[in-house]
């Protein structure tokens, strides 16, 4: 664990950065230090590796105040990730992931092994292992970066905005990758950014922090979201964070309907049955379940096989059941033309149909549901579903 | 008499290609003495231009230095050596010294103040060292930078040396002193070729250092 005790940094120029800030980090988890420009979030980060000493308080890593071992053996336990990656451009990609383990004295070979190795786990393509950083893509050089600061499995990753400088598409996909590669290795990170939507997305734990190095609130995201500690994290937090907060909470409870679900070969007999269940439309699927498009019900009277597959209204983004959030099945919901969303299991089969009211129930119990219980932990797997 | 009838009897006459004051052994003589005089410039001048443009302080002082020292006439500066300490290799070494500590001052000081900032952030954040920092990180990067402040220098001092000759001294001066002494006009267009050809065999020199030591993701880079 990583400890913070009362710490406060004041730079020679008189700014006060950081002031008397108490965190305790947990292990095996992911730490967002989160707020607006300025507000001390990198001098925070950069005391905890000594690159910033602090004016007074200390930092305690495993209990050890962690100016009690010599700085660079204390970096080299410690990985550290940059916002423009900062590789080093004389070496080619292997050589730059290997960095860490050739200082530990690893011998070429291995520490080479050791970085092609990486290269896999950060999801880069082995070819480009000889190739120099400036033939590689923005969000390649930082997939390279985390590898090297990976390289020598130091158990503690410090990443000061790392997927700031990177377009929005590519920064989603490097934050889907880090919590896989989390879930892998149980790091203990401490992540930085000014985005609260990344904060959301990848953080166990978020510490908002307000301008002169104040901390303003620390909690996990789903408590940030519901219940800010004052109007300047609530500021912080956007207009929207009632929907985003419905990120945390699973489909898994929404009452699926198969009546409305009816066979592209389904007969008269069975169309009646399934206006019958009362829905305004009737959801067609093919031979193997999946999803084709609705169709009002008068105009399948006859039979679904009757029915021109083209005339049939689109059925839109469906949902993963389970696997997704509530905010993604009532996104869908909003989506369909039909205002009922699609659900389907992980064969891409339809596993049922639910209208916006249904989810709209299922959003006011959980809310219910979590009032009782206190905030819900994130499940690990819905948290990197929600990020891909 | 054309000027390349002039060169081409120059190099023709064999007596020109031994001895004493044969072309192989004056050019070596100006090698010697334009290497020499680098190696002290680079000496001087690499560690401060260096270690200033690293922490980035003494850019002042070191323009003002630099440009005191491209001020000094070189001819004049040799005479007045050789008035104060003789004949010797001092008083030429002096004056081409100064010629190359410029532009190897201010290369190096502007190769190392334009180093990237973030690789040197994220190799010290790693746990590297100052010196590792400087020779693994930054010395790669300001490479490029540092050979061609070296080239000008080395391209300058190696023109200049001719003026060792008026202080009896070697070197493919000899051919341009002695040949307007004796009013042999093919032995000074000839001297003065060679010593042109030597400054163009410097340009092939640095760029061959180039490709060698420069890293293709520098090369690459730019
Ligand atoms: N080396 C420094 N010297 C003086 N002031 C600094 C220095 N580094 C940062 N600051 C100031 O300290 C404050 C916090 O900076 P920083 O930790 O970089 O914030 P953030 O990462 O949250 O944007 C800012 O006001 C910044 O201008
Ligand atoms: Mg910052």
């Known amino acids: 664990m990583i400890q913070i005790e009362s710490v406060t940094k004041r730079y020679p120029d008189g700014t006060t950065a950081v002031d008397d800030l108490s965190l305790d980090i947990p292990d095996g988890s992911i730490t967002v230090l989160v707020g607006p420009s300025g507000c001390g979030k990198t001098t925070t980060l950069r005391m905890v590796n000594r690159m910033v000493e602090p004016t007074s308080g200390r930092i305690l890593l495993d209990g050890s105040d962690i100016t009690e071992q010599p700085v660079n053996a204390l970096r080299r336990s410690m990985g550290y990730v940059i916002q423009n990656a900062g590789l080093f451009q004389h070496r080619t990609i292997v050589d730059n992931i290997a960095t860490v383990p050739r200082m530990l004295g690893w011998d070429r070979r291995k520490a080479r092994e050791r970085a092609r190795e990486l290269m896999g786990r950060v999801g880069l393509d082995e070819a480009l292992a000889k190739r120099y950083p400036y033939q590689l893509s923005g969000g390649q050089q930082q997939r390279v970066g985390v590898a090297r600061a990976l390289a020598a499995d130091p158990p503690v990753l410090l990443m000061d905005e790392p997927f700031s400088a990177v377009d929005p598409i590519v920064r989603k996909s490097l934050q889907a990758e880090l919590l896989r590669i989390q879930q892998e290795l149980g790091k203990t990170i401490v992540f930085v950014t000014h985005d609260i939507d990344e904060a959301i997305r990848i953080g166990d734990m978020i510490a908002v922090m307000r301008t002169g190095g104040r901390l303003a609130q620390f909690a996990p995201p789903q408590e940030l979201l519901s219940s800010p500690a004052d109007e300047f994290v609530e500021d912080f937090l956007g207009t929207d964070r009632g929907i985003r907060r419905l990120s945390f909470f699973t489909s898994d409870g929404l009452a699926l309907e198969r009546g409305p679900v009816v066979a592209v070969d389904a007969g008269a007999e069975q169309v009646a049955r399934a206006t019958a269940a009362g829905a305004p439309y009737l959801l067609l699927t093919d031979a193997d379940g999946k999803p084709l498009g609705w169709v009002a019900p008068q105009d399948a009277a006859g039979g679904a096989d009757k029915v021109a597959v083209g005339s049939l209204l689109p059925y839109g983004r469906p949902f993963a059941a389970g696997r997704e959030s509530l905010r993604d099945a009532l996104d869908c919901a909003v989506l369909s033309p039909t205002g009922w969303a699609v659900a389907v299991d992980e064969q891409g089969a339809v596993a049922g149909v639910v209208s916006q009211e249904a989810i709209g129930a299922a959003i006011r119990s959980a809310h219910a549901g979590q009032r009782e219980d206190g905030p819900a932990v994130p499940v690990r797997t819905t948290k990197a579903e929600v990020a891909t | ?222």
């Open chain 2, 1 to 222: 008499m054309s000027i390349f009838q002039f060169i081409s009897d120059f190099f023709r006459d064999s007596a020109h290609w031994h001895g004493q004051d044969g072309i192989p052994h004056r050019v070596l003589e100006h090698l010697g003495y334009s290497f020499m005089a680098l190696g002290i410039a680079a000496g001087l001048a690499l560690p401060v231009g260096l270690v200033t443009g690293h922490t980035g302080r003494g850019g002042n002082a070191l323009a003002l230095i630099a440009t005191a020292a491209r001020a000094l006439p070189s001819y004049g500066l040799l005479v007045l050596m050789f008035f104060w300490l003789g004949i010797g290799l001092t008083p030429v070494m002096i004056p081409l010294v100064a010629l190359a500590v410029p532009p190897i001052l201010l290369t190096s000081y502007e190769a190392m103040r334009t180093v990237d900032p973030a690789p040197v952030d994220a190799a010290r954040g790693m746990g590297m060292g100052p010196a590792a920092v400087l020779f693994q990180v930054e010395l790669p990067v300001a490479l490029p930078l540092i050979l061609s402040g070296l080239r000008s220098a080395a391209i300058q001092v190696v023109s200049t040396t001719a003026i060792a000759a008026t202080v009896s001294l070697g070197g493919l001066g000899r051919f341009v002193i002695d040949g307007l002494y004796q009013r042999n006009y093919e032995t000074v267009v000839g001297g003065a070729t060679l010593i042109a050809g030597l400054a163009l065999a410097m340009i092939a020199l640095f760029w061959l250092v180039g490709r060698v030591a420069v890293s293709p993701g520098v090369r690459g880079g730019r």
